[in-house]
């Protein structure tokens, strides 16, 4: 089991030994730690478990039922039961969804939160079940994790993370609708968890504000209320990209 700094989750994709997490609360590090020893220690498996466990304190909250096999997997819904937007979000941004899905429920939209405790077991499991369905035409073709998640569900969907926006990309076409995905490419320099956040553009308010885009884009939220959004969370739209920074 090794312990390390996250940004090399989008590496780990392209080693088939390595299976890489990061979990937001202390269950699902104790689910993924406890099925990591099953695997290499009774089962023998030649594998690198690689856990990102980040310093940020915060409230943690007992497991959901029924969430362990979500938490191995990779996605599981953390709060709601469908809603018309859908918070997808890895490690402590899990937080920043919480907080995003009660900046909605100001504008009368009910969002679900789920914790993508491995994007990389995600894409791994899609690209196996499209290499599945490819050399097996004439079967009726498997879902992957996160179309079995999301199977029936409309509205907006937005994932983000702490990582470059290629690592949540890589799933993304998975989704019953295509994703807003919010990442943090660039360089960071700021004060505080807060502000380093709002620069790379992964809060709570521009998750929530991009959720409200997307329900408008589908006509399901008047402009006004988009406006009235971007006004209210401080979304400056001449803001500079923090990836060209």
Known sequence: LQHQDGHSHLIAVAYPHVVAYDPAFGYELAVVIREGIRRMCEREEDLIYYLTVQNETYAMPAMPDGA??????????????????????????????????????????????????????????????????????????????????????????????????????????????????????????????????RFFE?????????????LWRQGLVPGEVVERAQEALGIDPEKVNPATL
């Open 202 to 214: 992964v809060d709570a308010g521009t998750m929530a504000f991009a959720a409200l885009v997307d």
């Open 68 to 197: 362990e096999e979500g938490i191995l997997r990779g996605l599981y819904r953390l709060r709601g039961e469908g809603g018309q937007v859908h918070l997808c979000a890895s490690g402590s941004i899990v937080l920043e969804a919480l907080k995003a899905r009660e900046i909605l429920q100001e504008y009368d939209i009910e969002a679900d939160v789920w914790s993508a405790t491995s994007w990389q077991q995600l894409q791994r499991d899609g690209a196996d079940v499209e290499r599945w369905n490819l050399r097996h035409s004439q079967e009726i073709s498997r879902l992957s994790w996160v179309e079995q998640c999301f199977a029936g569900a409309e509205g907006a969907f937005v994932v983000a993370s702490d990582y470059v926006k290629a690592l949540p990309d890589a799933v993304a076409r998975y989704f019953p609708r295509r994703p807003v995905v919010l990442g943090t490419d660039g360089f960071g320099r700021s004060e505080s968890r807060e502000a380093l956040r």
